[in-house]
């Protein structure tokens, strides 16, 4: 059973998010966990809330959050009416980016898909403040940002943006293998250089071990240069080869760590046109100790 959260405002691309998750886990029995929380403006004291019309503000607006889940709940049902999808709505009085993460934490959530608008409307922003945040934050599971006006495609080919200079734990590729082996995908691992030049030891030993992951599943590498920037090249990769869904690993010095710090003026060509599905970083739980051992021994000759 997965367990997904999908955070939701009850705007346009929030419902795009939502369309999205429930076409793409159609197949699997999954809890969405639909989450909407409320920080109503109170201009007096914290303990001393207004009344309009004898109702406090903060119970109006939880009202309104409510309803507008209860709302959203029986759209799904009536659209898709999935007998493998069970939900829960979750309304909250705090920060969007907190509640996120005590949700992950509490009920074990296996992927949080959130709407990536762009800032004031502005589609040309990388993506919504919010779904940065969210993304920088949730250190435990994978997030899915789906773009604004983006139409549901079976991801049958997904990108894996890398630079080959971490491992890869088998906890944080599990994502990426179990969306290809869902819908038995094609992986092309991406790495953008700037100036093509031959992969460090530590690299190929890196590569070789990725490939012996992805063993079971169809999957290539391409090596191609960098456009001005990481996101521009990334976003004219995914068109020329036809990807649906986009992947890479947060951590720090990574491309998705290098994207979000990319002057606005740099990644203005990077709308999020596909899904992007962001992993953290999980540790190195996921290694064995002959892996980390191998591992090791090829950073001491670097």
Not at 41 to 58: L, Q, T, Y
Not at 117 to 125: I, L, N, P, Q, T
Request: proline share 4%; aromatic share 10%.
């Amino acid at each position: 059973m997965q367990k997904i959260l999908i955070p939701t405002d009850f705007s346009e691309n929030a419902w795009n998010a939502i369309d999205y998750a429930m076409q793409l886990f159609r197949n699997r029995r999954c809890t969405f966990y639909l989450l909407n929380t409320y920080t109503p403006v109170i201009p007096s004291s914290r303990f001393m809330a207004k009344m309009i019309d004898g109702v406090r503000i903060v119970d109006a607006v939880r009202e309104n959050s409510e309803r507008g889940l209860d709302k959203t709940v029986k759209k799904i049902k009536s659209k898709y009416g999935n007998p493998n999808h069970s939900f829960e709505t979750i309304s909250s009085f705090n920060l969007l980016v907190e509640e996120v993460k005590d949700i992950v934490e509490t009920f074990g959530i296996h992927m949080v898909i959130t709407g990536t608008k762009g800032a004031s409307g502005v589609d040309e922003v990388f993506m919504g403040s919010n779904t940065v945040r969210i993304i920088k934050s949730t250190k435990k599971c994978p997030v899915l940002a789906i773009p604004y006006h983006f139409e549901y495609v079976t991801p049958s080919e997904i990108a894996f943006a890398t630079d080959f200079n971490r491992f890869y734990t088998s906890s944080e590729l599990e994502p990426i293998l179990e969306m290809a082996k869902m819908f038995k995908a094609t992986i092309r691992i991406v790495h953008v250089q700037y100036g093509i030049k031959a992969l460090t030891e530590l690299q190929q030993f890196n590569l070789n071990m990725l490939r012996r992951y992805l063993n079971d599943v169809e999957h290539y590498v391409h090596t191609v240069s960098e456009l001005n920037s990481v996101s521009h090249t990334l976003e004219t990769f995914s068109q020329e080869l036809g990807i649906h869904l986009l992947a890479m690993l947060n951590y720090q010095h990574s491309y998705m760590e290098k994207m979000t710090r990319e002057p606005i003026v740099k990644r203005t060509a990077f709308h999020t046109q596909i899904p992007l599905l962001v992993i953290p970083e999980l540790g190195m739980e996921g290694i064995s100790a002959k892996a980390k051992e191998e591992e090791e021994e090829v950073q001491s000759h670097n």
